[in-house]
């Protein structure tokens, strides 16, 4: 592998920049690759000012853990009683559907407690049906969508507390 170099995208001062762009433009997730090498930012917690995970692989596939970093918040913190809770949020563009057919239960409802893991949602693009795993742990604090209901990309669809 070769040092860094003038267009080298894991310089840390570009590092630094994306993650600035992150928070400035609410992203959760960047990927980015230049030949073998790949980093990924990802926001591990969606309130403003969470801290971002960076990570490098090399080639052997490898990760480790470069470090948190916290960029200014550009919007005013959420409410106190709304601050310990996680986000949910579309990962698509789609339709939202709370249950695997009409007349089934819902796969969760407010007070049902989680695993990462869980099916908390199906979200119809393109005539595929995508389960949405919860990614997170704790007790559903609330259902932001209605089912039948169409989602844009990032749009937040359950409130989560991660203490219960």
Do not use: W
Not at 66 to 92: F, N, W, Y
């Amino acid at each position: 592998m070769s040092d860094a170099g003038p267009g080298d995208v894991f310089d840390l001062k570009k590092l630094r920049q994306l993650v600035v762009l992150m928070n400035d433009h609410e992203l959760s997730e960047i990927d980015l690759r230049q030949g073998a090498m790949r980093i990924r930012l990802r926001r591990q917690f969606e309130l403003p000012g969470a801290p971002v995970e960076v990570r490098h692989a090399g080639l052997r596939g490898g990760a480790t853990t470069g470090g948190e970093t916290r960029g200014a918040a550009s919007a005013p913190p959420p409410p106190p009683s709304d601050q310990h809770l996680v986000v949910i949020k579309s990962p698509m563009v789609g339709t939202f559907y709370a249950a695997p057919s009409p007349d089934a239960p819902p796969f969760v409802k407010v007070g049902d407690r989680i695993g990462r893991e869980t099916t908390v949602c199906i979200i119809e693009a393109m005539k595929v049906f995508n389960e949405i795993p919860a990614e997170t742990a704790g007790q559903i604090a609330a259902v932001l969508v209605e089912s039948g209901a169409p989602v844009e990309f990032g749009q937040a669809l359950f409130k989560v507390d991660p203490r219960q």
